[in-house]
């Protein structure tokens, strides 16, 4: 297998996004009506500063993985902080570094914006993505709490 490519993500990517993205919600198991699809790709190509950024990774020319992050102002920075909200490798290619690659691929956005602050969520049972954040981030101790 070739190491994947990381680029950003293109209007010419909508099909294979569109794919990546439901099989990353069916892992989460969630559905979201076909408005929002529209609405999440369309932000992720804006150039509002208020919306996302997505990435898309490839093997072989293939998309075989995604990620989403934004940007935002946090009260103890001066520079803006990076959010990892979606990360997401196809079953097929778990393991082969696909993840990590993504992650890199954020890692140097942030950079690039003058942003060093990333940070992510999973769950707390999500134990093989977990392998991987435990070798690329720093786990803290903090737990989230949802509006009811």
Same mark, same amino acid.
């Given at each position: 297998?070739?190491?994947?490519?990381?680029?950003?993500?293109?209007?010419?990517?909508?099909?294979?996004?569109?794919?990546?993205?439901?099989?990353?919600?069916?892992?989460?198991? +969630?559905?979201?009506?076909?408005?929002?699809?529209?609405?999440?790709?369309?932000? %992720?190509?804006?150039?509002?500063?208020?919306?996302?950024?997505?990435?898309?990774?490839?093997?072989?020319? +293939? !998309?075989?993985?995604?990620?989403?992050?934004?940007?935002?102002?946090?009260?103890?920075?001066?520079?803006?902080?990076?959010?990892?909200?979606?990360?997401?490798?196809?079953?097929?290619?778990?393991?082969?570094?696909?993840?990590?690659? %993504?992650?890199?691929?954020?890692?140097?956005?942030?950079?690039?914006?003058?942003? !060093?602050?990333?940070?992510?969520?999973?769950?707390?049972?999500?134990?093989?993505?977990?392998?991987?954040?435990?070798?690329?981030?720093?786990?803290? !101790?903090?737990?989230?709490?949802?509006?009811?």
């Amino acid at each position: 297998m070739n190491a994947p490519l990381i680029r950003p993500l293109a209007a010419e990517d909508r099909s294979a996004w569109t794919e990546l993205w439901r099989a990353y919600l069916r892992f989460y198991e +969630t559905e979201l009506p076909d408005h929002v699809y529209d609405s999440t790709f369309a932000r %992720l190509l804006g150039d509002d500063p208020q919306d996302f950024n997505g990435l898309i990774a490839e093997i072989d020319g +293939t !998309p075989v993985g995604l990620a989403h992050y934004l940007f935002h102002r946090h009260g103890w920075k001066i520079e803006n902080t990076c959010y990892l909200q979606d990360l997401f490798a196809a079953p097929e290619v778990r393991g082969q570094g696909v993840g990590g690659a %993504l992650i890199e691929g954020v890692y140097a956005a942030a950079d690039a914006a003058g942003s !060093p602050s990333v940070y992510w969520l999973t769950q707390d049972f999500n134990h093989a993505a977990r392998r991987l954040y435990d070798r690329v981030g720093k786990l803290t !101790p903090f737990i989230r709490y949802n509006r009811p």
